[in-house]
């Protein structure tokens, strides 16, 4: 089948546009991933009694269980804000691939009528 030369550009957008989306999902599982490290380590440091510590590098320190928690918090903040970001440019890139996909099927149908 022939299609013009603006439907195979289109068609590669497209293909560019579903890489995004599979970069954005492997990004948006990695940061879940650490949320989810977070919150088990807030759980456990809500849990202790006695000493609390932190891994520096490839030590562990005595450390405030207070300084922690604030640590934890402003990590948790920060992915949750990089989650929503990479969600909201997600959503764009997904209704300009619908966009786009519909563009594409129907001027691909166009050309087989014309042919």
Not at 28 to 40: C, D, F
Request: aromatic share 2%; net charge neutral; hydrophobic share 35%.
């Amino acid at each position: 089948m022939n299609i013009s030369k603006e439907t195979e550009e289109k068609i590669a957008r497209l293909q560019l546009l579903e890489q995004n989306l599979q970069n954005f999902l492997m990004q948006k599982q990695s940061l879940q991933t650490q949320l989810n490290e977070i919150n088990g380590a807030m759980e456990e440091l809500n849990k202790s009694k006695g000493n609390v510590y932190k891994i520096v590098g490839n030590i562990m320190v005595v450390s405030e269980k207070n300084t922690l928690e604030n640590d934890l918090n402003s990590k948790k903040e920060l992915i949750e804000i990089r989650i929503k970001n990479l969600e909201r440019q997600e959503e764009k890139i997904r209704e300009e691939a619908v966009g786009l996909q519909n563009d594409v099927l129907s001027k691909i149908k166009d050309e087989k009528r014309h042919k």
